[in-house]
């Protein structure tokens, strides 16, 4: 009989979750080390990928995300697990609206999945009963169950709050001025030179990102944990609208103000304004445009909070830069 030395046997290390500040320390120190095994790492952490190879997992398609959606929620049917293309009409076009609401993200499916089936809702009714903020709400009361159904520890909310702890006090404030705008691209160059420019104008509330160098120390925080992305082509960042949320819900009115100020004086310093004859030049139009879906976002959030017992307030010049913009 031949033993194999320990060091030869076939190994496999999970690393689930792999975040925080020291994480990479630790993993150089006791990662081990040989030829016959291998070493999965999982994080929010992108800085990993050119560290130890690796990509980055995106949202999925949109036929990949709606049959998950239908498989993690086949118990309500009669239908068996691996016939999900079965289910009726109704159960599949709700599933794509809700997956599409849910912008593809797995975890954002689970929990719907989840919540589909501890409330015993139809996929039509959940889709009539629940949005984003709602799914967003639920997550600190529930858990993802594993498929051996233990309790896995992560969902909507643990996840991106652990995310959230790691960030400096000048992160979190760009993180909440941003959830504000569209989160579909925000130009670079809104934030930079916006806080510049606000800055100049005499506005000190954005002076920790009223540089290059600041800005960047502040931005590169935020992609590293995943909470945003960044394009560099096109020089914007992107968030995820369950991020997006999840930030709203986690801010107290009085940080809601504040971010809802910060991300008006960026637009305000950015936004090209001119006598009112010349306001629809053409030469605006690029900039306008850039700038426009990010002006509708703050007009559609001071008008959902004034339903509320927590409304925004703002002043006139709000309203010019509204008219301006003919909204």
Not at 81 to 100: C, F, G, H, K, Q
Not at 145 to 169: G, Q
Not at 228 to 257: A, D, F, G, I, T
Not at 288 to 307: G, I, T, V
Request: proline share 5%.
């Amino acid at each position: 009989m031949l033993i194999r030395p320990l060091s030869e046997i076939p190994w496999l290390l999970i690393l689930d979750s792999a975040d925080g500040e020291d994480g990479t320390d630790v993993m150089r120190e006791y990662l081990p080390n040989g030829a016959y095994g291998s070493i999965l790492i999982t994080s929010r952490d992108s800085s990993y990928v050119p560290k130890y190879g690796g990509e980055i997992l995106g949202e999925l398609g949109e036929n990949e995300a709606t049959s998950l959606l239908l498989r993690s929620t086949w118990s309500l049917s009669r239908v068996p697990a691996n016939s999900w293309e079965d289910r009726n009409a109704s159960d599949t076009d709700a599933a794509r609206t809700i997956v599409r609401r849910l912008g593809y993200l797995p975890i954002g499916i689970m929990q719907a999945a989840q919540l589909v089936n501890k409330n015993r809702l139809a996929l039509p009714q959940f889709l009539e009963e629940y949005n984003e903020r709602d799914l967003v709400e639920n997550a600190a009361l529930m858990q993802l169950e594993s498929p051996s159904l233990e309790d896995y520890p992560f969902n909507l909310s643990t996840v991106w709050t652990m995310s959230y702890k790691t960030l400096s006090r000048d992160q979190q404030d760009l993180l909440n001025l941003m959830a504000f705008f569209d989160p579909v691209g925000i130009p670079l160059k809104l934030l930079a030179e916006g806080a510049a420019k606000a800055s100049g104008l005499g506005n000190a509330s954005l002076a920790f990102i009223d540089s290059n160098l600041k800005f960047r120390r502040c931005k590169s925080s935020l992609v590293r944990s995943s909470l945003v992305m960044q394009n560099e082509y096109l020089e914007q960042l992107w968030m995820h609208r369950l991020v997006q949320q999840s930030c709203h819900l986690r801010m107290n009115p009085k940080m809601r103000q504040e971010a809802f100020d910060r991300a008006l004086a960026l637009l305000g310093a950015m936004w090209p304004m001119t006598d009112p004859d010349s306001r629809h030049h053409v030469e605006l139009w690029p900039l306008q445009n850039l700038l426009f879906p990010h002006l509708q976002s703050l007009a559609r959030f001071y008008d959902e909070s004034q339903s509320s017992d927590a409304a925004l307030s703002t002043d006139q010049y709000f309203l010019a830069l509204l008219f301006d913009a003919s909204l």
